[in-house]
Structure formats: structure tokens, C-alpha cells
């Protein structure tokens, strides 16, 4: 079975040849661009709607018509980034109009099949590498290349949103880091500090307990939150090599390298909030936010759940190192950004639309809106506009020595789907039988990676 011994190898083993020949990587651009993997296989229906009204505008052209815009933020501090977004897109474009058809992030995410299959928005929200590749194979994805280049995005970036085939199916707009979280005042005022190695987080979560705080805020009713924690763990004691290739269907989910991942992670069960699989992300951030739970280990969109005048509070580390052979260099930092669906109905329109989102004024845009950190994923983004806390997440990427791109990107959809979420929560309810567990994943994996 292969082993990938670099970070470029790895890009090279994953990005269409004649995309790799000529990359001329630098360290910090291979740390912006490492492909997104994975996606979740669609439910019937549940997503026709996000398409079906178009505007009446047809073809209306880069001069006017209707784009619409589907999105997978509904009711959110981020459905408001949306939409500040195509109100200055609009104030920007005279006569194009984005209709915004929102739903709900993880609806979205797990009937993304169906919806393409059906009556999609010109453009929709969507993820780099692996999960615009999966669609862009099977014709549901539109071919956006004459898009590019676009001022301001680096090349590694534009491999991320390059198909099998060699052409750009995908624009990509922003990214973050996953990382530990905590507020300030409460580290502050217990005189903690940011631990550097697994045994001093474990004390410090310790003496959380005594100090009567919930050491981990922790949920997993949605599926995916838990899949961040066994990401880290499986890098800080197999390394970012070995869990690419997990990922990739290289490595045995029932070695006993994954099982001593379970091990650890059913270790450090005790420190984390219970009852996960009843609980939203959005329900433990606000554990965080009320300084019911000192640490939360997810990405930065979790200061939604923060007023704004308590944002500032918001400090995190990158989880410990739990081997100091492997270190701590390792973290996932996804890139999220916009498709264009295969056949739509203001081609023109949406391409300009499309142009804009990955402009500088995308991110003033959104910024200004919500104050939330936003990542561009253009560097020529005004930075000054940024947040301490995205000032800190922006470093932590370009220090990162390998970046993992979140385990439901990073592996087949299904696969992720089917497999990795019933497991997950299963385990989360019985960690005591990790050979079983372990067990049925493999045999699961060998199943659909044979297909």
C-alpha cells in the first residue's frame, strides 16, 4: 500500500497530472491548497425546491438576468454573510440580481445528489477537491475555467478546484482552521494555561472537573463534529502520511494504529460533555460561550454562537502534541467556496457572480455584515478589516506543517456517509468494543472502496 512521505507527493498523487507538473509549490501555498475530500450522498427530495424558480430571466448574460444562488446556511449569522454578499454584488452589477435559496447546512449537505440530479441554482456553495471532483466526474458539476485565472488566487488554489480532466469546476473563497477553543477570561481567571503536550491538557481538564467546568464541549447529533476529533487524534499518533492514506482506503480500519486511536479517544471520553448525540454543535459552542465548558475543539465558525461584544474573549490552541516524534504540525483547514451547477439558466450571470465571490470585496462584504472571522481566499484581501482571532487562524495555516481538509472531504462520500457517522456515534454510545467497531468499519470499507 502506498505511503505518501510529503506533502508534495501527496498533492501529486490527488491533483489531475497535468495540474501537478506544473504547480511550483511553495510551502505556504501548498498549505492554502491542499484538496477537500468527501461528500454526503443525497436523500430523495428534500432539496427540490432550492432550484425550481429561476427568475423567469433565462440566459440574462453578465449584463442582467437573474443568478440564483443556492446555499447551504439558513437563519444564520452566515446566511447574513450571503446576503450582504449579493446585495453588493448587485450594488456592483448593474442589472443582475441574486436569488438567494437557502437551506439548512446539513439538509444541504446530505441531499447535494438528488439536488444536482433535479433543478439546481445557477450557483451553489460547495467544497474544494475530492467532493466538487466526486460530482464534476458524473456531469453534475459546470465547467468554469474560462473563470480563471482569478487576480489575487493563488495556483495551489486553483489545483484544489481542478477536475479529473484537467479543468476548473469549482472557485474557491474562504478557509479556516480547526483548533481548541476557550475564552480568555475564563483561562484568566483560573490561571490556566495553553497546554503544549497531552499530558497537560489531560491535567488541565482535570482540574476543569474540580473547578466544576465541562472540560470538552462536545456534540455530535449532526454526524460530522465527532470526525474532527478522531481527524487530530489519528494525526498527532499515526501522522498526517498514514491518515491520508486511511482516508484513501490504504490502511486497515481495524489496525491496530486506528484502534489505538479509538483507545485514546475513548480516554479522553470522560473530559467531554454527555449525551453528544442530542446535541448540535450550535448547543455546545453556547456551553463555551455561558462558561459551562472551558475547551471546544471544532472550527472557527464557532464564535457564531458568541454575541459580538464577547467575541474578542475567544482565544484557541492547535491540539496538542500527543507523540513528540509526530509533534503537533498537523491540522484540518477546509476551503469552502462556489460551483455552477451543469446546465444553468444565466451561465453568464453566474460566472460574473462567481468572478465576485472570490474578489477582495466578497470578504469587505461579509466582514462588514457580521464581523465573523471570513478567511478570504484571496490574497489581496484588505486584512486590515481582520479579527484578531482571524489574524491568529490565518497564521496557524501558514505555519501548519500539513493540512488535512476535514475526514468527509478527505474520503469518499459514501463511505463517510454510510459508514464513518453510524460508526462514530455508535462508538460515541459504546466505546468499549473498538475490535468490534473497528471490525465492521474494514470490512464496510473494503466493500465500497472495491466498487
Known amino acids: 500500500m502506498p505511503r505518501f512521505r510529503s506533502r508534495d507527493e501527496y498533492l501529486a498523487s490527488i491533483v489531475p497530472p497535468s495540474a501537478s507538473a506544473t504547480a511550483g509549490l511553495r510551502r505556504r501555498s501548498f498549505l492554502k491548497g491542499t484538496l477537500a475530500a468527501g461528500a454526503a450522498i443525497g436523500f430523495p427530495g428534500l432539496l427540490a425546491a432550492c432550484g425550481g424558480d429561476q427568475g423567469g430571466t433565462g440566459g440574462g448574460g453578465g449584463g442582467g438576468g437573474t443568478v440564483t444562488w443556492g446555499t447551504n446556511e439558513s ?12 446585495r453588493d454584488f448587485e450594488s456592483k452589477n448593474d442589472g443582475i440580481k441574486v436569488k438567494i435559496n437557502a437551506v439548512e447546512h446539513n439538509t ?19 467544497f474544494a477537491g475530492y467532493r466538487m471532483r466526486f460530482f464534476a466526474e458524473r456531469g453534475l458539476i459546470g465547467d468554469v475555467s474560462d473563470v480563471w485565472p482569478l487576480e489575487g488566487i493563488p ?6 478546484s481542478t477536475g479529473n480532466d484537467g479543468k476548473q469546476y469549482f472557485v474557491p473563497q474562504s478557509y479556516y482552521p480547526w483548533a481548541v477553543f476557550h475564552r480568555k477570561s475564563v483561562f484568566q481567571k483560573n490561571g ?41 487524534l489519528n494525526m498527532r499518533i499515526n501522522g498526517f502520511d ?3 492514506n486511511l482516508m484513501a482506503g490504504e490502511e486497515a480500519w481495524d489496525s491496530a494504529e486506528v484502534k489505538a486511536v479509538f483507545d485514546m479517544w475513548r480516554s ?3 473530559y467531554h460533555q454527555t449525551d453528544a448525540l442530542g446535541r448540535t454543535w450550535q448547543e455546545a459552542a453556547q456551553a463555551l460561550q455561558k462558561r459551562q465548558a472551558g475547551m ?22 492547535t491540539f496538542p502534541e500527543i507523540d513528540p516524534a509526530i509533534g503537533a504540525g498537523a491540522i484540518d483547514a477546509p476551503i469552502d467556496g462556489n460551483c455552477m451547477s451543469a446546465k444553468p439558466k444565466n451561465e453568464e450571470g453566474a460566472k460574473t457572480f462567481l468572478k465576485y465571490l472570490a474578489s477582495p470585496d466578497a470578504l469587505t462584504a461579509a466582514v462588514k455584515a457580521t464581523k465573523l472571522p471570513f478567511i478570504s481566499a484571496n490574497e489581496n484581501a484588505d486584512q486590515s478589516a481582520y479579527t484578531e482571532l482571524q489574524k491568529k487562524s490565518a497564521e496557524l495555516v501558514g505555519q501548519a506543517e500539513n493540512i488535512a481538509q476535514f475526514l468527509d472531504r478527505d474520503t469518499r462520500p459514501d463511505f463517510a456517509s454510510t ?12 466505546p468499549d468494543d473498538i475490535d468490534g467497531l473497528t471490525k465492521s468499519i474494514e470490512e464496510q470499507k473494503q466493500s465500497i472502496f472495491a466498487g
Open 108 to 126: 444541504f449537505q446530505e441531499n447535494i445528489n438528488n439536488y444536482l440530479q433535479g433543478s439546481p441554482d445557477d450557483v451553489f456553495t460547495w
Open 192 to 232: 490556566y494555561e495553553q497546554p503544549k503536550t497531552l499530558d497537560e491538557m489531560t491535567s488541565l481538564a482535570k482540574q476543569m472537573q474540580k473547578d466544576g467546568l465541562v472540560p470538552f464541549a462536545f456534540a455530535d447529533k449532526d454526524g460530522w463534529p465527532a470526525m474532527g476529533t478522531f481527524d487530530v
Open 419 to 430: 459508514v464513518i457517522i453510524p460508526a462514530f456515534q455508535e462508538f460515541i454510545k459504546n
Open 155 to 160: 495556483d495551489s488554489f486553483k489545483e484544489a
Open 268 to 270: 479522553l471520553l470522560p
Open 75 to 86: 437563519g444564520t449569522t452566515f446566511a447574513e454573510q450571503h446576503q450582504a454578499e449579493a
Open 296 to 317: 471546544y475543539l471544532l472550527g472557527t465558525f464557532m464564535n457564531e454562537q458568541f454575541p459580538e461584544n464577547e467575541r474578542a474573549d475567544i482565544d484557541f490552541f
Open 242 to 244: 498514514y491518515h491520508i
